[in-house]
């Protein structure tokens, strides 16, 4: 919408880029372009204000297809004008002096002749189009026979409009044809889902028993181990054992040979000493044999007096003496008779020798 002002009487107008503006005076065209901005005197002036913008105008509308279901076509065209001059001539685009703004709604009557042809052209192409297969391919059917239809319409060229896009948003049938229509696809999705579910699960059981598996071959693994190293250690035991018995067999051996040979040297200087004390008593025994019972006498004494207690005092009484001295006395005249038989025979001998 132009922006007017007012200065004693005249108006200053002032439009942006994408407007046309056509200013008339008493008749002739005063102005005309966009982005104008001049003064008027509105008592003389006719303007208006075309857009020459592009435009984007949504199509919403009902259509039934060839088996009779009713759907609903969501499009947008977009559009523009591009002869300001003669969309100013065929349309209503007058502006009031005093505000800017348009006296009609030419941008509705452009709206309803684009609606209008664009659902001219889908009404004929759905009538002749399945239900299911205007829902599958039927957007793109649509959008190319609206294009051609608006490009081929000769009241918009006419009109000074130019179609510059058509898009088809959607065609949905309804509520209820839709909820049946989506069934099947739920039905086959859920299949689908149940079947990825089966697998997963058949996937994850086959996975445990594989993990059970290994871990059985595992266990039955460290079993075989554990069974070498108890026969390892029983092997080792029994080695050592044996070595151990060996060992004090070679000890048992050797104090066996060690005491059998003491035993031997005890036994030789037991026969050593029992010889050499044997050999002494029979050397003492003809000594003895050979020696004058006087002289074993005195020996025997002597060897008793080394044998008694040392006396430190004696005491005599008189009858010990005088039976002492009596036996002294025996004797002395026994010892002097066999003295004197002896003298004689001794000198019988010597003179017997000497005759």
Do not use: C
Request: glycine share 8%; proline share 5%.
């Amino acid at each position: 919408m132009a922006d007017i002002t007012r200065r004693l009487g005249l108006r200053h107008l002032r439009s942006a880029p994408t407007a046309h503006i056509r200013h008339h005076r008493n008749g002739r065209l005063a102005h005309d372009g966009p982005g104008l901005s001049f003064w008027f005197r509105p008592l003389s002036a006719a303007l208006s204000e075309v857009p020459v913008d592009d435009r984007e105008l949504a199509v919403a509308f009902h259509a039934r297809t060839a088996d009779f279901q009713d759907v609903t076509v969501q499009a947008t065209v977009t559009y523009r004008v591009s002869d300001p001059a003669l969309a100013a001539a065929r349309l209503d685009f007058s502006v009031d002096p005093d505000t800017g703004s348009w006296r009609s709604a030419p941008l509705e009557q452009l709206s309803t002749l684009l609606t209008e042809s664009a659902q001219q052209h889908a009404l004929d192409v759905l009538a002749r189009t399945p239900l299911a297969e205007a829902l599958a391919d039927g957007v793109a059917a649509v959008r190319e026979r609206i294009g051609a239809g608006l490009a081929a319409e000769p009241r918009l060229p006419a009109t000074g409009i130019e179609v510059v896009a058509v898009r088809v948003v959607a065609i949905r049938p309804e509520p209820e044809v839709e909820r049946a229509l989506r069934t099947p696809a739920r039905e086959r999705i859920q299949q689908d889902a149940d079947s990825a579910t089966y697998e997963r699960r058949a996937v994850a059981v086959q996975r445990e028993r594989a993990i059970a598996e290994n871990e059985m071959a595992s266990r039955i693994e460290l079993a075989r181990q554990e069974e070498r190293l108890v026969e390892q250690h029983g092997t080792n035991a029994r080695r050592e054992a044996e070595e151990k018995a060996a060992a004090d067999a070679v000890r048992t051996e050797a104090e066996a040979a060690r005491t059998v040979a003491l035993a031997r040297a005890e036994a030789e200087s037991a026969r050593t000493v029992g010889e050499a004390r044997a050999a002494a008593q029979r050397s003492w025994l003809t000594a003895h044999a050979s020696a004058d019972p006087a002289v074993l006498h005195a020996l025997a004494a002597t060897r008793l007096a080394e044998n008694v207690p040392r006396i430190e005092s004696l005491t005599l009484s008189p009858d010990v003496v005088t039976g002492l001295l009596a036996k002294l006395g025996h004797g002395a005249g026994a010892a002097g008779r066999g003295g004197d038989g002896g003298a004689g025979r001794g000198a019988g001998e010597r003179g017997g020798g000497r005759s």
